[in-house]
């Protein structure tokens, strides 16, 4: 089965840590994640700028950790990251803004890379949001 997956809470909440404890085992599993979309204060778990306390799981290192090592595809809604000051070079640069808060393995694109990720999955699986 092909999986579109979608993330809409931030790093600390627990849907965070349930999403990526489903794309680990979908994979596991035999199956395939087409597209990893995160949107609203999903695009926190890609900020580079998020500081995890000592006793608590950096979701966000082992979303990057888990997207590289399984060569995956993730986008972060570019509306939604720069609302929140999720920001690439290339938006720093175009809004003149000192820091950037992410990098590789993360794409900021719009909301159209969910809808074609719908079209070329069995499933869209959604965590988080209201």
Known sequence: MKFAIALFSA???????????????????????????????GVYNASDAVVTPQDELDLPKQWRTFINEQQLDGVVCIAAALRRGVLNDEEAKRYQRDALSVSAPWELSGLGQLHD????ADRLICFGGA
């Open 11 to 41: 790093a600390h909440a627990p849907s965070s840590r349930r999403a990526l404890l489903f794309a680990q085992a979908a994979l596991a599993g035999g199956h395939e994640i087409v597209r990893l979309f995160f949107y609203q204060d």
């Open 117 to 120: 990720a719908v079209q070329d």
